[in-house]
């Protein structure tokens, strides 16, 4: 699904990635981890480009979407994003966060269907009966997308329990339920993977646990995901895959009982002795 080659990136003279090479298939559970400041973050960020790669190539669904000349936003819907500090908006309701993106979306692309229409009648004015274009089919309306986002962000709240909350404000809850609901939000574009970025380390620890199993609920499910953690243990049970950052370099990448049991890369050892 993503080929990532010499992916580089730096900020000035800084040299945060020195060469990411990696491919992630679909229904992996990929999992990040390395001391802070070694660039597992911004290896995150640059995959769906929130930070453009200062050099190399990622390619998603065929398509390299570091090329300056890729509409990132086209293929970004595609790719949800977690946060670490959740990222919603306070001042819109739970279910209107879930909903923004989904009827945003399917707003612009109802436009772009007109608007292609409209040329296409305009067009076909000056075409021969045989010549003339077929309009697009446009089969639904703005109430009918946010009707349809609507009840999806319901269905997706009564998934995680919180569709009580679903009129309330971001404030008013717990640092779990945030992370849950940003979790269910990216959900509602039915991304094909999902990016988190030390989804439980702003959390207090009794919160971290239910973040966690919704993630290895999706991850059952075959969700395709790549996750910068600090959970050692979620990451040892719930990968396919862990591979280990420093200083902007993979050092070692292998299934979970090999990575944890057996580190070959020295400084993994020493890493790893550390945390565990």
Known sequence: ????????????????????????????IVCVIGPSGCGKSTFLRCLNCMEDPTGGSIIFKGVDIADMKVDINTHRRYMG????????F???????????APVYLGIQD?????????????????????NKKELTPITTTKAQI???????????????????????????LSGGQKQRIAIVRALAMNPDVILFDEP?????????????DLMKALAEEGMTMVIVTHEMGFA???????????????LEEAEPHAFFDHP?????????????
């Open 90 to 100: 306070n001042n819109k309701s739970v279910i209107q966060n879930i909903m923004l």
């Open 236 to 250: 040892r049970e719930v990968a396919n895959r862990v591979i280990f950052i420093d200083e902007g370099r993979i």
């Open 81 to 88: 994003m977690v946060f670490q500090q959740f990222n919603l």
């Open 200 to 212: 439980t380390s702003a959390l207090d620890p009794e919160m971290v646990g239910e973040v966690l």
């Open 110 to 130: 109802l436009k772009k269907a007109k608007r292609h229409n409209a040329l296409v009648k305009f067009t076909n004015l000056f075409r021969s009966a045989k």
């Open 1 to 28: 699904m993503i080929d990532v080659i010499d992916l580089q990136k730096s900020f000035g003279k800084n040299d945060v990635l020195k060469g990411i090479n990696i491919t992630i298939n679909k229904g992996d």
């Open 146 to 172: 946010r009707a349809e986002a609507k009840e999806n962000a319901f269905r997706l709240l009564q998934r995680i329990g919180l569709e009580d909350k679903a009129d309330m404000y971001p404030a008013t």
């Open 264 to 276: 070959k890369n020295p400084r993994l050892k020493e890493f790893l002795s550390k945390v565990l």
